[in-house]
């Protein structure tokens, strides 16, 4: 065998086979975990693999390595592995058909056949493989097996050297002919027309092969060979694979067989049937292995693969950003025109903070002069006392009300509306929220101020402070947590009426109360709208009268004054009404009407009786001159058997809704007397036994009896009482 022949065609196929293995060393390895991941120089990526436990679980991703040879070479069956792509393209080496002559006539003649497993999705590739021929006295043809009927060939001619073109295959000492697509096995023959005998000198052989197209070129170095191909040799082929003959749709219905495992990956149909799986854009990797030996992000930036040009390139989860490069100059320049823009927004922000804060306190000097603050200072220093009530802030109680929410309403009354709220040092308050800011109520506002903070008694309700400085002023009283007295009186919501003892008890309090003001305060006060809606009750049912919004201050030396008639239909002193003359005894007055509330039930006035009956204090007085005071009383207290009680009770109240005023007692004998009252009450007791003692108690039916007399224990035993001397 001549060395010239072999060392030419080496020349050619050779850098073929070693550009392969260097594809081949480049791509990733991409095997299973615990897999080898290579077979000398070439890389058994997964789904691919060397032993049953390494590859997909198909049999023909199974290949062997066979290790006697050096370096060592993978074989997909008998076919050589020159390389595996994930793109979907294996490649292998190819055999060559040859038929070779002297000038005795032929000495060697080969065909060669090329099979693939009739199973595996896998076909030979129509669009990277090609057929080839060498030779210029040479005929070469594809026979296609398996019922095909599409036998392919090509013919190359030429009767000198000086005919070849280098780098063209076109049918002159080369040509080539596509196969068909689809095809698994072939068979390749070649043969001259004229045993080379014309071309012998410088061609003595035809070869026909199928090759990698992108990695053949002509030259007519091969025309000048005097010996056979070396048939060791290998040549690239390339195969077209996939996973299976079905869709994607088709392979995801089943997650355990479908093979795109890694979370970056797509499955993409290819031109026939089947799918293979790839790594999405901005990633790279196998895609049929999971987590970091799956497909991972590409850094674009560190491999030079973006076009930023001069700009910083970033890169991001699947891709990357371009950023314009620090400019020092620039930068410098940015900053300064940031600090000057600072600068002047922070001048013109102290600017408008200084004159907005001007505007704030012009804005509370008004309202504090438009709620009575002056006038506010006028009562303290006329008078010569000091407030000792805190100043809120309106922020304060925004918050403590939740910006005076609907549901934080507990009243309303004639003057203002009251809230229910939370302040962090006093916990609960009641806020006194007034309606409108018109002269008068400012004025009753004030005045409600300055007389609350003169009063230090257990049964008046306390002032914790009040605001000035927002458009409607504000009180903030201790919160009394029970309701009024009207409410527990005539309110269907307090179906439980309140015993004869309470009621004695409550009359009391408010009683005390009101002889507070007028005879123990610093300055004498008169009340001038006692009712009980103003009369609240805590828990403990103690009674704390409110509401001074209508009060008057009486000079020492002054027993009444002239004001405005004002106060409540039903409680007024009917010679106040007449004269205009506030004096003590019309709070005794409006007191004695809310006594006859206790005694009966009733309401001050009411449409819904008769004529007669439309005015309680009326109506009481006329029962108890017609000696018919049992019939107006509350049945509860008349059950109650506290008759002696009720009887001085009923005759106090008589007293204090006497026309004429000066006939009225006091506010302090009205306290004196209902202290009495309440001391001597004892609570009747069912008859029975008692820590041992023996108590015997008349039952109410036994205490009554009648219109016109009642049975009553004083301290002079058993006796009747008519009615009518207790009048008189």
Not at 638 to 652: I, K, M, P, R, T
Request: hydrophobic letters at 35%; charged letters at 25%; proline letters at 4%.
């Amino acid at each position: 065998m001549a060395c010239r022949q072999q060392d030419l065609l080496l020349l050619q196929l050779t850098p073929l086979i070693w550009l392969a293995l260097a594809v081949a060393a480049a791509a990733a390895s991409g095997a299973k975990s615990g897999c080898p991941e290579k077979c000398g120089d070439v890389s058994i990526p997964f789904p691919f693999g060397i032993g049953d436990r390494c590859h997909i679980g198909m049999p023909w991703f199974n290949l062997s390595c066979n290790g006697s040879s050096n370096p060592a070479k993978p074989y997909w069956g008998a076919l050589e592995i020159l390389n595996i792509s994930l793109q979907g393209q294996l490649t292998f080496s190819s055999p060559v058909a040859e038929d070779c002559y002297n000038r005795s006539g032929n000495t060697e003649s080969y065909y060669v056949f090329i099979g693939l497993d009739d199973d595996a999705p896998f076909t030979l590739s129509s669009t990277r493989t090609i057929f080839t021929a060498i030779g210029c006295d040479t005929e070469a043809y594809i026979y296609p097996f398996m019922d095909r009927n599409d036998t392919t060939g090509c013919l190359s001619i030429c009767e000198g050297k000086r005919m070849v073109v280098n780098n063209s295959c076109s049918g002159i000492g080369c040509c080539q002919a596509s196969i068909p697509s689809g095809v698994k096995k072939l068979r390749m023959e070649v043969d001259s027309f004229h045993n080379h005998s014309r071309v012998l000198e410088f061609n003595p052989c035809s070869y026909a092969f199928l090759i990698d197209k992108d990695h053949f070129e002509f030259s007519d170095k091969d025309m000048i060979v005097k010996n056979k191909y070396e048939r060791d040799i290998p040549v690239p082929v390339v195969v077209d694979w996939k996973i299976a003959n079905e869709t994607c749709e088709t392979a995801r219905r089943d997650e355990k067989t479908f093979a795109c495992k890694s979370e970056n990956s797509i499955c993409n149909d290819t031109d026939g049937l089947g799918y293979r799986c790839d790594c999405k854009q901005g990633y790279r990797g196998n895609p049929y292995l999971t987590g970091g030996d799956g497909c991972v992000d590409i850094d674009e930036c560190n491999e030079n693969l973006h076009n930023c040009g001069e700009q910083i390139c970033k890169n991001t989860e699947g891709g990357y950003y371009c950023k314009r490069r620090f400019n020092k100059l620039v930068a410098l320049m940015i900053l300064l025109g940031i600090g000057i823009s600072l600068l002047f927004v922070l001048v013109i922000s102290w600017i408008y903070w200084v004159l907005k804060r001007r505007k704030i306190i012009k804005l509370r000097d008004e309202f504090f002069r438009k709620n009575g603050g002056l006038l506010l200072q006028q009562q303290i220093a006329s008078h010569g006392v000091t407030v000792a009530t805190k100043i809120f802030s309106a922020e304060e109680l925004e918050r403590a009300t939740n910006k005076y929410d609907e549901t934080q309403i507990i009243g309303r009354g004639g003057y203002g509306t009251v809230y229910k709220g939370i302040l962090p040092n006093h916990g609960t308050v009641a806020i006194k929220k007034s309606k409108t800011v018109d002269e008068n109520q400012i004025e009753q506002f004030i005045n409600e101020v300055f007389i609350l903070s003169q009063i230090n008694h257990r049964n008046v309700v306390m002032l914790l402070g009040c605001c000035l400085e927002t458009e409607v002023p504000l009180l903030v009283y201790e919160f009394i947590s029970n309701g009024t007295l009207s409410n527990h009186i005539h309110d269907e919501a307090h179906p439980s009426t309140l015993s004869l003892e309470d009621r004695l008890r409550i009359a009391s309090e408010t009683a005390g109360a009101l002889a507070y003001l007028h005879f123990a305060a610093s300055i004498p006060i008169f009340h001038r709208d006692v009712k009980s809606t103003n009369i609240l009750l805590d828990n403990d049912l103690t009674a704390k009268v409110s509401d001074f919004g209508a009060s008057r201050l009486i000079p020492l030396d002054q027993t009444q004054i002239s004001t405005i008639i004002q106060g409540t239909l039903g409680y007024l002193d009917p010679e106040y009404l007449q004269t205009g003359q506030l004096t003590e005894k019309s709070d005794v007055y409006s007191f004695g009407v809310v006594l006859v509330e206790l005694l009966t039930g009733e309401k001050p006035t009411s449409f819904t009786r008769g004529p007669e009956e439309r005015n309680l204090s009326m109506y009481f007085l006329l029962s108890m001159k017609e000696n018919s005071l049992f019939n107006v009383l509350h049945q509860r207290l008349v059950d109650e058997g506290g008759v002696e009680q009720l009887v001085a009770v009923s005759q106090l109240a008589k007293r204090c809704l006497s026309l004429n005023g000066d006939e009225r007692p006091t506010m302090k004998e009205v306290a004196i007397e209902l202290e009495e009252l309440k001391r001597s009450f004892v609570r009747p007791r069912a008859q029975g036994k008692y820590e041992g003692t023996m108590v015997e108690l008349c039952e109410p039916s036994e205490a009554y009896r009648g219109n016109d007399s009642v049975v009553g224990q004083d301290s002079l035993g058993n006796r009747s009482i008519s009615l009518l001397e207790m009048a008189r």
